[in-house]
């Protein structure tokens, strides 16, 4: 039998010396074109700080001006600046959910947040729910459950489960453990937790 011709490497790859060589050309003179690229779009960034910068929040309905660093997060911005202390620093690290507040009633945390970045959103702390002297159905759920403690993840909990139900009027098991479990209860009352929750879907029926 013939001796076959061995497979060179480029009739291997299916890619010739040449056009190995073309495509690499190509990639080469783009690299430039898309440094400058990146340049303009840095150079054209609005840029803040270091020292502090006029800012503007909308809580609970209210806005409030305040003059803060760009690097304060809207946690320290809220307790340290504004006074509205209902959302906790436990963590400090977007790992507990204590200070969990709603954006635009989507529920984020606090703490790893820049208040820079929340102007122009509205911000709900767990000071809004109630309303008129009268404790929120979720709010009161949990004083009916016993769904407290210590007390420090209960605002985050609070607020976690107002945009849960927001969003899932009737929630499943699934809902409730996919929209609480970004919420930590170092105490592990979890179950009254959940019958609070529970109790607080029925009431909005």
Excluded at 30 to 59: C, F, R
Excluded at 69 to 91: F, M, N, Q, S, W
Aim: hydrophobic letters at 40%; proline letters at 4%; a positive charge.
């Amino acid at each position: 039998m013939p001796n076959k011709p061995k497979k060179t490497g480029s009739d291997i790859s299916g890619v010739s010396r040449r056009d190995f060589l073309k495509i690499s050309g190509i990639s080469a003179a783009a690299i430039p074109l898309i440094g400058n690229a990146v340049e303009a779009e840095v150079a054209a960034a609005k840029v803040y700080g270091p020292g502090k910068t006029a800012m503007q929040l909308m809580v609970n309905g209210k806005r409030y001006d305040l003059n803060a660093e760009p690097r304060v997060t809207l946690l320290d911005a809220l307790r340290d600046h504004l006074g509205i202390t209902g959302a906790k620093r436990v963590c400090d690290r977007g790992e507990c959910g204590a200070c969990t507040v709603l954006l635009d009633n989507k529920a984020v945390y606090a703490c790893s947040m820049l208040a820079i970045e929340a102007q122009g959103k509205a911000i709900t702390t767990v000071e809004a729910l109630m309303q008129g002297g009268q404790l929120h159905p979720i709010q009161q759920a949990f004083v009916d459950n016993d769904a407290s403690q210590c007390g420090f993840c209960t605002p985050g909990f609070v607020v976690a489960a107002k945009a849960l139900l927001d969003a899932h009027p009737d929630p499943t098991a699934e809902d409730l453990r996919r929209g609480l479990s970004g919420n930590f209860c170092r105490c592990g009352t979890y179950h009254g937790i959940r019958d609070a929750i529970v109790q607080a879907a029925r009431k909005g029926e």
